[in-house]
Structure formats: structure tokens, C-alpha cells
């Protein structure tokens, strides 16, 4: 039966990459690779690069797949999304069935982890319920952006016993939930983080996480929001793309590292 890899290759850095993603692009025969828009070449390029610095066999064979176009026309966010992501499977059917035989190996090189913001796993199982072409398929864990975030700000993304909420600028624009004391916030084209400069917050915000490009800027919100907006802007016009993410946080974060610092008190009871 054929076998698909979906395999999480890492946001951004190519040593991102786990050994188990490198076990499993040893046994690949054909990688599945959809074009994205408008980082297009680089991200095309980056996964090239992990196939030509992590496979010992040089016998795989590339498939590139021309992703649909969204169709603006449609003004439901949902119902936009889940239309393209039919157009999507009914592709990737195709082409799985045209360039995999029944006993081959296939991949998809899902950016970051393919559970957080990625439809690919929701596409393979579309293609599966269709029923069409049988397969069977495995998931293979990788580095996320918001991981990549957290190590390059040298931070940790809850505070004792707290909540998080991952969501993403869209949805920030409604405001913060008052759930969680930190957000982390993806998928943000508008910088949305400018409608809560009222608000006593503090920002650790990445771009290119991981790649040479990369950008880090962190303190209070409403200090380093325009500065955030300037950099996001230039980069953007210069690469023709950006990707960005970012943690907000209540500012208890330099109070509570306070009550981590070991005093002479602690050492001598001991
Ligand atoms: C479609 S989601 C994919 C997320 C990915 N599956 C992951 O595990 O990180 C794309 C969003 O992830 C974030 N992102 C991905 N890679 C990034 C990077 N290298 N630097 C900063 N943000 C990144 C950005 O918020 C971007 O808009």
C-alpha cells in the first residue's frame, strides 16, 4: 500500500530538523512540494535544501504542485477556506495518484509542526474519506515557530501554572481573551497588536525565526509597537515576504524570574 510521510521540517532553520524527520526523508521515494504564495522560492528552496543535506539517497524525485488561488469573491472566512482546501485535496488526489505507485513511499514537507495552522493533515485525511486512492499515513513532529519564538527570546511561554491562548491576528483584533494572562499571536498581516496600546502589556515578537534574516524585538508594548510596525514594513518590501509571530504578556514576567533568584538565606538552610 502506498504510504505518505507528512513530515513537520522545522519554522525556518534547517538544523530545526529532528532525527526522526531525517529517518523518515531517507524512505521517501516522491516529496510533494505545493508552492506558497508569496515566499514562494525561498520556502521552496529551504525544503530542497533539507532533502540535498539530509538524504543519503539521491534517487527520490521531486513533484512541485501548483497550490490553488483562494477565491476572494467568497466573503465568509470559513466557507472561503474550506473551499480552497477541497481544491486543494482534489489536487494533491491527482498527483498522489499520478506520481505514486502502490508500493512508493511519498511526502509532504509540512513548515514548522503540521498541527498547528496547517491543513495538510485535514487535506490527507479528505483525500482518505473520499476513498478514492488507499494509503496510509504518518505524522512526523517538528519544530514550531512559536518554539522557535520562545527559544531566540531565551523565555518561557506560561508562567506558573497559567494559560496560554495561540491564536491569530484576525482574531486579535476582537481583543485579548481574558482567559489566559499570555497570547501568542500568528497569522498576523495588519499588525493587530496596535489596538491594545491602551493596555499595560509587554511584546516578544520574531520574524524570519530561525532563518539569516531573522529579527528580534521585545519590551513594552506601546514602547516598541511602531518600531515593530517600521521594521515589518521595510522587510517586507525587501524580501517580498515576511512571517512573524509574537507572545504578549502581563508584565509580571521580571517579578516572578525576582522570586526564582536563590538568596544567601536559601543556600544556608539547606
Ligand atoms: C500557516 S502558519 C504555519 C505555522 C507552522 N505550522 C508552525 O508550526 O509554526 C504561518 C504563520 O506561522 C508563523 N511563522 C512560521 N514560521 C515563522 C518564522 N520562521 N518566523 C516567524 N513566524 C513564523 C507566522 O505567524 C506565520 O504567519
Known sequence: MRKLFLIGIGAGNPEYITVQAIKALNLV?????PDKGEARQQLLNLRKEIC?????NTSYRIVEIDDPVRDTTISDYATRVVLWHRERALIYEEMIQ?????????A??????????????????????????SFEFEVIPGITSIQALAARHR??????????VITT???LSAGLSGEAERTIVMLD????????LEEDLDIFWGA????????LVSGKLREVAETIETIRHEKRQKNGWIMDAYLLCKPNRNRSIQEFVVTDTDSATR
Open 29 to 33: 521515494d516522491v516529496f510533494f512540494l
Open 52 to 56: 540535498e543535506r539530509y538524504i543519503e
Open 98 to 106: 499520478q506520481e505514486l505507485a502502490e508500493d512508493e513511499c511519498g
Open 108 to 133: 509532504f514537507l509540512v513548515w514548522g509542526d503540521p498541527s498547528l495552522y496547517d491543513s495538510t493533515i485535514r487535506i490527507i485525511e479528505g483525500i482518505k474519506a473520499r476513498g478514492r486512492l
Open 155 to 164: 523565555i518561557t511561554l506560561n508562567g506558573i501554572g497559567e494559560s496560554i
Open 169 to 171: 491576528g484576525r482574531q
Open 189 to 196: 498581516g495588519q499588525c493587530s497588536f496596535n489596538n491594545l
Open 208 to 215: 524570519y525565526l530561525g532563518m539569516e534574516e531573522e529579527v
